[in-house]
């Protein structure tokens, strides 16, 4: 599994979003400015995390972006998965029930699905909050 460049600015942006949370909905382009990200490459991203309930926006004048939840109910794995997809290290897993055809043979397969659960447990365990709080001191994205 490899985080896409699409993944981290997903992760910088609602970061941003709860850093500058005022009760009112932020520009793209203010949020682009301050990220140093282009604003076409973040309306994709923006639509994603919108289209995934994760933030809220509205249109027009004193329009924008904002979180749908609080901060600390939001974790990177939310956050990535909404951007990304899926987080699963083979595509076997990325289906459940996994219906690849080998899973009953697989010498692998239990090597995956550790490596999976390790994996959400570890991104679930961290909070948009925890990640606004500690910024890179913490953690590196």
């Not at 609602?14 to 203010?30: C, F, P, S, T, W």
């Amino acid at each position: 599994m490899k985080i896409s460049t699409k993944g981290r600015y997903a992760l910088r942006v609602v970061i941003d979003l709860a850093e500058h949370d005022n009760g009112e909905y932020i520009k793209l382009m203010d949020i682009a400015e301050r990220q140093n990200i282009s604003e076409k490459y973040l309306e994709g991203i923006i639509a994603s995390l919108t289209k995934s309930g994760l933030l809220l926006a509205v249109r027009g004048k004193g329009g924008g972006y904002r979180l749908a939840l609080p901060a600390d109910r939001i974790s990177a794995a939310r956050v990535l998965r909404d951007a990304e997809g899926s987080l699963a290290p083979v595509a076997c897993l990325e289906n459940r029930p996994n219906t690849c055809p080998r899973a009953d043979s697989c010498r692998t397969l239990a090597l995956w699905e550790g490596l999976d659960r390790v994996i959400n447990n570890y991104l679930e365990g961290i909070t948009v909050a925890d990640l606004a709080l500690g910024g890179a001191d913490n953690y590196c994205i």
